[in-house]
């Protein structure tokens, strides 16, 4: 069974349309996204042609509100652009990398790839905040709470975007306060959306400017930490617990850095080319975090604040054939420039930013496609263009095989390895959640109360914005249910159980019942430690958007993630 | 320190979060109400203590702006330090109104506020309600929005010294008009943010049907039915009724928690309640972590035999 044998009730045309109101709004320059690729280009434009009108349009409540990375930065591009310091908390002052197993830590060379000398820890939220700011002194017009909901095409021709209606009900009526989309026009539309942008993805399908290769992703989940000592080092760990073998497919590691003395950043990250079912990233890092090496950091703190972002793992190969379209240009994560064995990808956002506004200045949008060739961003993303696919054969040969990569700076292996659909990829089961540590309320914690601390607060009764199938065999549902780690997917109880403890509760397997595992002929079904006997029983999944915190890993897994009415989601400030 | 309060009113009766308020200013220093409005002698009659009565037709519809010109009035003529309001749709758009019109800070989201040296303090929640923050005012005027049930209101005393005010209203208050009135309240009984008993129903009621349950115990006690966001998700129960971050938030005396898990989202609609009661079959459910008395059993079994154990004894 493979979650793309059940694609989303959705199609890339229905974020494409035309335009049709008489009075839109017009600008020169419209940028949908305020993160770093958006911003960087907002603020370049108001550098080099500060004549032309500019908006950035952001569906988060206020920019930086969905802004979530590790983060260490390279500080580079951004000093040079904004022509002074950026706010971080500092240099890196040591790092380490560790292999894990389960009670033992092993330190291990650091890889040159992975090597952060000069460069600087960073909430990118807080950095989002800043750079929106100097925007917005430059002359560009912050248009929060407003997401873009279709893209404007007239004469094959991009020429704005339609932003989301407010104010509707479940099931799409129009509310008291309700208060319809309207259409922005733009001379050059740059599409600054992030991890599997919604318009990004519906522009490449329609101008035909997909890759040789599909994009893949990973998701990451993190916590802030305030810490009783201070760390004075950035940490990467691989291994433990994850698994190495190749069945597993279970590709990603840990960070931990430094935000000051007082602060700590934790993470954990996995390839959604995963095929465990029980495969929970959330309960994952809260396992990561009673290994001793962790805990140590950790004791005595408090948790401050939590977040889920997926992240683009294709690199060279999954890139679009070109960046442009008619009056259209692609940045950022969007298009996935992000270079995996690094862990960097927020300089590569803001360069990108940056040429494409140069581009958008002088009107020659073709132009943005050489100069981003010509850019350092082009010869990093090459030179370690196959690393994360050699990982699709486990842990070790992965890590031979990069290494071969690092040593021939990408020569080895000449031709390119293609990337696999995370959706196509065969699900099992081992029993995997069994060893998930009870939430403590201290050190571990469920997802409902991690989605409390992200500060979503979204409205109850407004459309559901996730498209999914929700009639689908119980081991497609279940691992919905167990990746999504702000608890939206849940399988519906066959006996609705007291209290509503759906998370590892209620999602409880019925007794066997007889029916074969391949009884609806579904191929490739394996199952391991358990008996499977209902796994492909069809269920009812029950989707609460209203928890959702936009990471995005449903659309790397079998559905599609749309933007929900603007101002909706996490309230990060601090990831 | 002279404190006036803006007293709500809905059918002839101020808020109870509105009277909690104003128990609050009485705490602090010499303290007053407003009641703006049409024919509300009555509700300004039962506060106690001393009352400003704007009583005028055109205060008649819920709007915001007539109010706003009634209370920068009485700041000015009277010399008010501050002016406190329980939160609602109205009185936040009253209170951003005023702090427009007089020029003075309005801190919201407030749950307490005290005198530090001379100067009112107010306290607010922040960080998931993990830390207070204080929040002061460099403006002679504060005005100051409370979280519902933030304090506990104080029975009257002996009758109101009520103050008529002139009304007097600037052209540009008057522009906005009332079209049309619409309640999505459920019928009967009382309103789940007024109500003294709260019995509120989740998932674990296993069905729709199991709300008659609820609602039984609830008619026995004389109090409202609330829902859990998953049962209102679930179309079992009107939004209206839902407690909880996103829905409403409640501080009855006694609140009944049936088949509800309490996932902090919950708690933080519910947590000043007086005393919660929760019914949950699973020991490891978290409300058994803050509520006052906890009963692990089946629901089905339990709430029949407590109606009628309620009902016998009246």
């Known amino acids: 069974m493979r979650p793309s044998d059940y694609p989303p009730p959705w199609r890339p045309e229905e974020a494409i349309t035309t335009p049709s109101e008489s009075e839109p709004v017009e600008v020169d320059v419209l940028v949908v996204g305020a993160g770093p690729a958006g911003l960087a280009a907002a603020i370049r434009l108001g550098q080099v042609a500060p004549e032309l009108s500019v908006a950035v349009v952001e569906k988060g409540k206020r920019p930086g509100a969905h802004l979530l990375s590790g983060a260490v930065l390279r500080p580079g591009p951004l000093r040079e652009l904004v022509g002074e310091d950026v706010p971080s908390y500092g240099e890196v002052p040591g790092e380490g990398v560790y292999f894990l197993t389960e009670s033992r830590s092993l330190r291990i060379p650091t890889p040159p790839t992975m090597r952060n000398h000069g460069n600087v820890v960073v909430s990118l939220s807080e950095l989002g905040r800043w750079l929106a700011e100097k925007a917005e002194a430059g002359g560009a017009m912050l248009l929060p709470e407003t997401d873009a909901q279709r893209l404007l095409v007239e004469d094959g021709r991009v020429i704005g975007v339609r932003t989301g209606d407010k104010g509707r009900g479940r099931g799409g009526e129009e509310l008291g306060r309700f208060e319809p989309g309207s259409e922005l026009r733009a001379r050059v539309t740059i599409l600054c959306e992030g991890t599997g942008g919604h318009l990004t993805g519906a522009a490449l399908a329609h101008f035909g400017l997909a890759g040789a290769s599909p994009q893949v992703w990973a998701l990451g989940v993190k916590e802030v930490w305030r810490v009783p000592r201070p760390l004075r080092r950035v940490i990467h760990t691989m291994g433990w617990p994850l698994r190495a073998g190749a069945r597993y497919r279970e590709f990603g590691g840990s960070f931990i850095y430094p935000m000051g003395d007082e602060l700590v950043s934790i993470g954990l990250v996995v390839g959604l080319d995963y095929r465990d079912v029980d495969l929970s990233v959330h309960d994952l890092l809260q396992e990561l975090k009673t290994h001793p090496l962790v805990l140590g950091l950790l004791e005595g703190g408090d948790r401050v604040a939590w977040g889920a972002k997926t992240i683009p793992e294709g690199g060279f190969v999954a890139l679009p054939r070109a960046f442009h379209a008619p009056g259209l240009l692609l940045c950022g994560d969007g298009v996935g420039l992000v270079n995996v064995p690094a862990l960097k990808g927020i300089h590569y956002a803001v360069e990108s930013g940056r040429l494409a506004a140069e581009a958008a200045a002088r009107g020659e949008l073709d132009g943005y496609d050489s100069a981003l060739r010509e850019s350092f961003v082009w010869n990093d993303l090459r030179a370690v263009r196959n690393m994360r696919q050699g990982f699709a054969g486990g842990f070790w040969r992965g890590s031979i095989s990069a290494g071969l990569a690092t040593v021939t700076r990408g020569r080895v292996p000449s031709a390119d390895r293609p990337t696999e659909r995370d959706a196509d990829q065969d699900l099992i089961r081992t029993g995997r959640a069994s060893s998930y540590p009870p939430p403590d309320g201290r050190l571990t914690f469920d997802k409902l109360s991690s989605v409390y601390l992200s500060g979503n607060r979204t409205r109850d009764d407004q459309p559901n914005h996730i498209r999914v199938q929700t009639d689908v065999p119980r081991a497609l549902a279940e691992m919905w249910a167990r990746m999504c780690p702000a608890q939206v997917y849940e399988v519906e109880p066959v006996e609705p159980g007291e209290g509503g403890r759906s998370e590892g509760e209620g999602a409880r397997r019925p007794e066997m019942d007889g029916e074969a595992v391949g009884a609806e002929g579904e191929p490739g079904w394996g199952t391991e430690g358990e008996p499977g006997g209902s796994d492909g029983e069809r269920v009812k999944l029950v989707v609460t958007a209203s928890n959702c915190v936009q990471c995005g890993a449903i659309t790397a897994k079998g559905g599609r993630l749309t933007p929900p009415e603007g101002g909706s989601g996490p309230e990060y400030s601090l990831t | ?314």
């Not at chain 2, 709260?198 to 115990?217: K, Q, T, Y």
């Not at chain 2, 009855?252 to 996932?263: D, E, F, H, N, R």
């Open chain 2, 1 to 314: 320190m002279k404190l006036l309060v803006f007293l709500e009113h809905h059918e002839g009766a101020v808020t109870k979060a509105a009277l909690g308020v104003l128990a609050k200013a009485r705490a602090l220093g010499e303290a007053a109400g407003v009641v703006a409005g049409a024919d509300v002698r009555g509700a300004a009659e039962s506060v106690g203590g001393p009352v400003y009565l704007a009583d005028d037709e055109r205060l008649a519809a819920p709007l915001p702006g007539p109010r706003v010109d009634v209370l920068a009035k009485l700041v000015r003529d009277e010399g008010f330090d501050a002016v406190l309001f329980a939160q609602s749709v109205l009185a936040a758009d009253v209170a951003a109104g005023l702090a427009a019109r007089l020029g003075a800070g309005l801190n919201w989201d407030l749950a307490d506020l005290v005198e530090q040296d001379g100067a009112l303090v107010g306290k607010r929640p922040a960080l998931a309600d993990s830390v207070w923050v204080d929040a002061g005012w460099s403006s002679p005027v504060a005005l100051a929005l409370f979280r519902s049930g933030a304090f506990d209101p104080a029975a009257a005393e002996g009758g109101s010294e009520v103050r008529e005010v002139a009304v007097e209203l600037e052209p540009h208050s008057l522009l906005a008009e009332l079209v049309e009135a619409a309640s999505d309240e459920g019928e009967g009984g009382p309103s789940i943010e007024d109500a003294d008993v709260i019995v509120a129903g989740g998932r674990g009621l296993g069905s729709p049907d199991n709300f008659a349950l609820v609602e039984e115990l609830a008619s026995a006690l004389g109090g409202a039915v609330a829902a859990t966001r998953a049962v209102v998700d679930a179309g079992w129960y009107p939004y209206a009724t839902q407690v909880g971050q996103t829905g409403k938030t409640v501080s009855p005396k006694l609140y009944v928690a049936v088949g509800i898990s309490g996932a902090i989202q919950h708690k933080v609609g519910m947590q000043g309640s007086g005393l919660i009661v929760a019914i949950n079959k699973d020991p490891h459910a978290p409300i058994f972590e803050y509520a006052d008395l906890g009963v692990v059993g089946d629901l089905h079994e339990i709430v029949p035999r407590l109606t009628e154990l309620v009902r016998s004894r009246q």
